[in-house]
């Protein structure tokens, strides 16, 4: 039912800055609580950032707090992961989930899922 398409990935030097950005389609009856999610190489997948469907809650990763943040713009109906001062740790496969449940759930899981974009921070 809802389709993502994730974009702005890239190649970036530490203490740098990138915008990644999710573009949500498909039969929605309404406006989903959305988040992005990491898998770096060698780890597991992880949490970075939520927002829910109103724009007016949001939860982020104890790991990015202060450097990243997450925005959405309804009219465009495109979410949006600010990530400023990029460390090397942060190089990772980024994506982008959705759901229909509660924002926070979007801690663990997500129920649809873009194809992904890499971020690859250098030293």
């Known amino acids: 039912q809802v389709q993502l398409v994730e974009s702005g990935g890239g190649l970036v030097q530490a203490g740098g800055s990138l915008r990644l950005s999710c573009a949500a389609s498909g039969r929605t009856f309404s406006s989903p609580a959305m988040g992005w999610f990491r898998q770096a190489p060698g780890r597991e997948r992880e949490f970075v950032a939520a927002?829910?469907?109103?724009?007016?809650?949001?939860y982020y990763a104890d790991s990015v707090k202060g450097r990243f943040t997450i925005s959405r713009d309804k009219v465009k109906n495109t979410v949006y992961l600010q990530m400023n001062s990029l460390k090397s740790e942060d190089t990772a496969v980024y994506y982008c989930g959705a759901t229909y449940a509660s924002t926070s759930g979007l801690r663990s899981t997500a129920d649809y899922w873009g194809k992904g974009t890499l971020v690859t921070v250098s030293s």
């Open positions: 927002i829910s469907g109103s724009g007016s809650i949001t």
